[in-house]
Nanobody, 123 residues
Framework: QVQLVESGGGSAQAGGSLRLSCAAS????????WTWYRQAAGKEREFVSR???????NYAVSVKGRFTISRDNAKATVYLQMDNLNSEDTAMYYC?????????????????WGRGIEVTVSS
């Protein structure tokens, strides 16, 4: 069973920085893609950034140039470095991992979600 543990986040001033982390267990011998989403109060969940198993990354227009996604495969962890924050970045942030294929099951494709971590940016 895959489990995700998120950390980081909290409060920052506008223009400041925060770093989110999301660590997975149970993904040994599998390919997996990471995605960060966020959901602000009263709004729908939206895509933030993604990095695939090959290291290719992409970003939402609203965060491009300010946020950086990275992954450490040895630790099965994804990071989201958030710089030059503004109040519109205030939201719950969720990591998602899409696992598969795996060495023991090439047809496997499952997704798992973190519980969410709060980011508050004050101006």
């Amino acid at each position: 069973q895959v489990q995700l543990v998120e950390s980081g986040g909290g409060s920052a001033q506008a223009g400041g920085s925060l770093r989110l982390s999301c660590a997975a267990s149970g993904v040994t011998r599998c390919n997996y893609d990471w995605t960060w989403y966020r959901q602000a109060a009263g709004k729908e969940r939206e895509f933030v950034s993604r990095v695939d198993s090959g290291g290719f990354s992409n970003y939402a227009v609203s965060v491009k140039g300010r946020f950086t996604i990275s992954r450490d495969n040895a630790k099965a962890t994804v990071y989201l470095q958030m710089d030059n924050l503004n109040s519109e970045d205030t939201a719950m942030y969720y990591c998602q991992i899409v696992v598969g294929p795996c060495a023991y099951d090439e047809a496997l494709k499952l997704d798992f979600w973190g519980r969410g971590i709060e980011v508050t940016v004050s101006s």
